[in-house]
T-cell receptor, first 114, second 109 residues
Framework: DADVTQTPRNRITKTGKRIMLECSQT?????MYWYRQDPGLGLRLIYY???????NKGEISDGYSVSRQAQAKFSLSLESAIPNQTALYFC?????????????FGEGSRLTVL | GQNIDQPTEMTATEGAIVQINCTYQ??????LFWYQQHAGEAPTFLSY??LDGLEEKGRFSSFLSRSKGYSYLLLKELQMKDSASYLC??????????WGAGTKLIIKP
């Protein structure tokens, strides 16, 4: 089983619908992140959390919200999906104690908003 | 503003050597990362440089020059499985990662 698991892996929805992407991890890491990836662009940070009580906006948080339900779970919500939120979404974790700051990514959730 | 530049696409031959360059401009510097991403898959960590010089790890090496804002990833003895995108990312003064758009490497037999 993957250490960082995302559900769903693929989702097609319509404009205006509410969507939740879920992420769970078994690595025991405190830090969790949500990124989106678009063709021709670098990964862009949406939200990140350094522990259960900590939520921080990233570069492109507008139109998104998150919930850190437990150390192992970090979910991303699109309250009212729009077509330009069509992208590949990645959850990632990192170990606070690791000096390299290496990220461990989930397998990705491909979202299409029609 | 903060910026990471790397070539969009490169082509190389199986068994050869290829160098993928990355230049960066960031607010502060706390290290440079290279990740590999196969099509449709998650990025996976390759290397981390925070001091100037060359770090070698098997067939892959990564170089950093902080004064020039420059790094490269060197892949030797290329194999078909090395066909992937290679992502350069720089950690700024706030310990946030700034990502390049990635270099798609195509390996030909």
């Amino acid at each position: 089983d993957a250490d960082v698991t995302q559900t769903p892996r693929n989702r097609i929805t319509k404009t205006g619908k509410r969507i939740m992407l879920e992420c769970s991890q078994t690595k025991g890491h405190d830090r969790m992140y949500w990124y989106r990836q678009d063709p021709g662009l670098g990964l862009r940070l949406i939200y990140y959390s350094f522990d259960v009580k900590d939520i921080n906006k990233g570069e492109i948080s507008d139109g998104y919200s998150v919930s850190r339900q437990a150390q192992a779970k970090f979910s991303l919500s699109l309250e009212s999906a729009i077509p330009n939120q069509t992208a590949l979404y990645f959850c990632a974790t990192s170990d606070q104690g690791a000096h390299t700051g290496e990220l461990f990514f989930g397998e990705g959730s491909r979202l299409t908003v029609l | 503003g903060q910026n990471i530049d790397q070539p969009t696409e490169m082509t190389a031959t199986e068994g050869a050597i290829v160098q993928i360059n990355c230049t960066y401009q960031t607010s502060g510097f706390n290290g440079l990362f290279w990740y590999q991403q196969h099509a449709g898959e998650a990025p996976t960590f390759l290397s981390y440089n925070v001091l100037d010089g060359l770090e070698e790890k098997g067939r892959f090496s990564s170089f950093l020059s902080r004064s020039k804002g420059y790094s490269y990833l060197l892949l030797k003895e290329l194999q078909m499985k090395d066909s992937a995108s290679y992502l350069c990312a720089c950690m700024d003064s706030n310990y946030q990662l700034i990502w390049g758009a990635g270099t798609k490497l195509i390996i030909k037999p």
